[in-house]
């Protein structure tokens, strides 16, 4: 039996790392490459690494990624990194001959007032949140750029390139940056500091009020694998008519709600204070993901046992 190669695109970070540890025990050969042996922004060497290698499949989880506060600081390097980084991979995989893509997007693509819980057919119903938009254009792009190359080569070149758009994600491998990381890693430092420092309180931006849905990486790369593998009718007929697919845990708490959880997993003895002066962002981000679990799957970790072996590998750190 001839193992496929697979290729983690962004293996280094959180999804990637996740796809690994699941692709690992399956009869397949992994192939990665670290940001020193292939800028995944040069297009000739994205080029020439695919002409090389016989690839069966890709993962293409590689991106610029961060929170509010990185996104408002950098809107040009999101927008610009993720665009060179999505045109080149998926571009050279179909010059290369690779059939088989799988493109990992973010919930943030939905309007910033989309109904709410969000189906994949709110994609550009309305306008998206400003904080965050450059990289929702990137990712947004990537997912056309997919359902485009499936429109023109599906066919004639058996081309499927599937896009996935996850909810907010967390788990090992969780960047704790105090500025630029995302909420969950960010909080967890920020109250692991507060206990060290035997601080009072803490504030976090924002009102606490938005509503936001989590989802441990694990099942992330569980999901995506699960859909990657899913035959092409079927996928291409249950998805329609869109072309990417949801994947969340279905259920949101508020901000306040998960900073309170939080602060008990590490064991913060302080108060938990919000400066309303700083932006929300949207105001409830659930996405609907019946149709994945239309395809038999469903999430396996809860958000408290997630949170407990996130503080538990943040403390490794």
């Known amino acids: 039996m001839i193992r496929p190669k697979i290729f983690i695109a962004g293996s280094k970070g959180m999804v ?13 050969e992994i192939l990665i490459k ?3 042996e292939l800028d995944l922004m040069n297009q000739d060497s994205v080029q020439n690494f695919f002409k090389n290698e016989k690839i069966d499949q890709i993962y293409l989880a590689a991106a610029k990624v961060g929170g509010i506060y ?24 179909f010059l290369s001959g690779v059939k088989k893509l799988l493109f990992l997007g973010s ?10 819980p969000m189906k994949e057919e709110e994609l550009l119903s309305d306008k998206l949140e400003p904080t965050n938009e450059p990289y929702a254009v990137a990712k947004i792009a990537g ?11 599906g066919v004639s070149d058996e081309i499927d390139y599937r896009s996935v758009m996850p909810t907010n994600l967390y788990g090992p491998g969780d960047n704790y940056h105090p500025e630029n990381s995302h909420v969950i890693p960010g909080l967890i430092y920020r109250f692991h500091k507060a206990k060290v420092d035997n601080l009072s309180e803490v504030t976090i931006w924002g009102t606490g009020t938005p509503k936001r849905e989590f989802l441990h990486v694990d099942d992330l790369a569980d999901a995506s694998i699960h859909i990657m593998n899913l035959d092409k009718n079927i996928y291409e007929e249950q998805i329609k008519p869109s072309s ?11 901000i306040k709600e998960l ?15 919000f400066d309303s002066s700083k932006p929300d ?37």
């Not at 919930?107 to 709410?116: E, H, L, T, V």
């Not at 997912?143 to 080569?153: F, V």
């Not at 900073?259 to 204070?273: L, S």
């Open 259 to 273: 900073a309170e959880n939080i602060k008990i997993v590490v064991g913060f003895k302080g108060e938990i204070k």
């Open 244 to 254: 990417h697919i949801n994947i969340g845990s279905g259920k949101e708490l508020t």
């Open 143 to 153: 997912i056309k750029m997919c359902e485009s190359y499936n429109r023109q080569y």
């Open 34 to 36: 670290d940001r020193t």
């Open 281 to 317: 962002g949207s105001p409830r981000k659930l996405i609907d993901s019946s149709r994945l679990n239309s395809f038999g799957w469903s999430p396996k970790i809860t958000l408290k046992d997630g949170l407990t072996k996130n503080y538990k590998a943040f403390l490794k750190t």
């Open 16 to 28: 990637g790392s996740a796809l690994i540890r699941l692709l690992k025990d399956q009869e397949v």
């Open 107 to 116: 919930s943030c693509i939905y309007p910033k007032n989309a109904n709410q």
């Open 70 to 93: 990185a996104n408002s600081t950098y809107p040009a390097d999101f927008i610009y990194q993720n665009l060179m980084i999505q045109n080149n991979v998926i571009h050279s995989a």
